[in-house]
């Protein structure tokens, strides 16, 4: 995971106390009353602007609550919604590129769980269907939502780039190589890098020690990520593809893709397709999936096109009017989702998808997020696969007890996925941990 990623927390929300001094009422015969006017009338128009300031609801909130109660939405509903949003209820037909701008972007911190989370979603799905993509071409690698790497169509990544710039920037601004970089001239670096750059991929470290060249004064770290934060950059294969590791590279957007960036995606567009593959969902939601600041301005301007609905906590959810929302008690199989998956990514509030109690254990301290199974909807616990000589073994540690129907279907599930990423190995098991 790249340092810049780390940097990206969500967003505080800091509310704002008022504070009235009540004074004593003394009594002093020596001065006269003072009389106090009448109340000044307000008018009604002063009175509407006053109430918003305070933080009245939206005008697309205004019109719902007028058109009727709200509707509640309990988090199994949420659940289902999610899943079948997602193509985790049943697989789907489409092709890698409909499927992955569909889920607007895969996240891809590390080279193979991309590969298992369209394996979990595709009715037919085999390895080198996404690296001939990514090796053509026409899906691309690169830091995005959250300031994190994510795998996305390049037609999707010339729009999401430069909307995105505004995360970008703050990220690196908050950082300690904006600090390391104070009073240098970062137009001159970002040109200076983008001239390399056009020559040939560099990885960071090579990037960073070319710079340094030039300013032998400033860390080569600090010269390289102001450059990654400025230019829109793609990892270059074989790097992101299926088991390759080591060094990355990275190359200029416009040289690998040709052509000009652009035209940015607008937020409106965005949010609506966010909210299509992971919605209902809130404003923090939103905020936390994208990084982007102002949601709550883009909702009201979606206005008539977007539903609002609570959840069990009251909070406020969002949704486009003719999206799937399935029944809570809707049957639903069990699943594998890969590390760092975006259903467990993508939510200020994980609730629907996993507890607090399981989000401590699938998130690490280090900012690994583990590979999870689901069982009715929820993650019940983790998965990994072990590889020896001639066996490959998927290990699954539940985290309770797991009916009989459920193991089996696991088992099947299991076999079918070493099938796909373990085909090397001539002997296939499947294996459940005690509960922990």
């Known amino acids: 995971m790249f340092p810049i990623s780390l940097m990206?927390?969500?967003?505080?929300?800091?509310?704002?106390e008022r504070k009235v001094s009540r004074g004593?009422?003394?009594?002093?015969?020596?001065?006269?009353l003072r009389v106090v006017p009448p109340p000044r009338e307000v008018k009604p128009e002063v009175m509407r602007v006053s109430r918003r300031k305070r933080g009245a609801p939206s005008g697309a909130t205004?019109?719902?609550?007028?058109?009727?109660?709200?509707?509640l939405l309990s988090r199994r509903e949420l659940n289902r919604a999610l899943l079948q949003r997602q193509f985790l209820t049943e697989r789907t037909p489409l092709g890698v590129p409909e499927v992955v701008e569909h889920l607007v972007g895969l996240q891809a911190q590390a080279s193979n769980p991309?590969?298992?989370?369209?394996?979990?979603r595709m009715a037919r799905f085999q390895l080198e269907d996404l690296t001939r993509l990514y090796t053509s071409r026409r899906v691309v690698r690169a830091t995005l939502m959250r300031g994190t790497q994510h795998l996305v169509t390049a037609r999707d990544f010339r729009g999401l780039r430069p909307m995105?710039?505004?995360?970008?920037?703050?990220?690196?601004?908050?950082?300690?190589?904006?600090?390391?970089?104070?009073g240098l001239e970062l137009a001159e670096v970002v040109a200076e890098g983008r001239r390399l750059l056009e020559v040939e991929p560099l990885s960071n470290v090579e990037l960073g020690r070319r710079l340094q060249a030039r300013w032998?004064?400033?860390?080569?770290?600090?010269?390289?990520?102001?450059v990654r934060n400025a230019e829109s950059l793609v990892t270059v294969p074989p790097f992101g593809t299926w088991g390759v590791g080591g060094e990355v590279e990275f190359a200029r957007a416009?040289?690998?893709?040709?052509?000009?960036?652009?035209?940015?995606?607008?937020?409106?567009e965005v949010v609506l397709r966010y909210l299509r593959a992971f919605g209902p969902a809130s404003v923090k939601d939103v905020q936390t999936w994208s990084g982007l600041r102002g949601v709550a301005e883009v909702v009201a301007r979606l206005g008539t096109r977007l539903r609002t609905f609570r959840d069990e906590s009251g909070v406020e959810l969002f949704d486009v009017p003719d999206a799937p929302r399935p029944d809570g008690d809707s049957p639903v199989p069990v699943r594998f989702l890969p590390e760092f998956d975006n259903v467990l990514l993508a939510y200020a509030d994980?609730?629907?998808?996993i507890s607090e109690e399981h989000r401590r254990r699938v998130f690490t301290i280090n900012g690994i997020v583990r590979a999870t199974v689901l069982v009715d909807g929820f993650v019940r616990g983790m998965w990994r696969v072990e590889r020896e000589k001639t066996r490959a073994t998927l290990c699954i540690e539940p985290f309770a007890s797991i009916s009989r129907a459920d193991r089996e279907a696991l088992t099947d599930e299991a076999l079918r996925l070493l099938a796909c990423v373990a085909s090397a190995f001539p002997t296939h098991d499947v294996r459940f941990a005690r509960v922990s």
Do not use: H
């Open 350 to 353: 994980r609730a629907r998808i």
């Open 164 to 182: 995105l710039q505004p995360v970008m920037d703050r990220a690196f601004n908050q950082s300690p190589y904006a600090r390391a970089l104070s």
């Open 24 to 32: 004593k009422t003394e009594k002093n015969p020596g001065r006269p």
């Open 216 to 226: 032998p004064e400033r860390a080569a770290r600090a010269l390289c990520f102001a």
């Open 254 to 268: 416009e040289t690998w893709l040709g052509g000009q960036m652009g035209p940015a995606f607008s937020e409106d």
């Open 8 to 16: 990206l927390l969500p967003f505080p929300f800091v509310s704002a």
């Open 62 to 71: 205004r019109r719902a609550r007028a058109a009727g109660p709200v509707p």
């Open 114 to 120: 991309p590969y298992v989370g369209l394996w979990t």
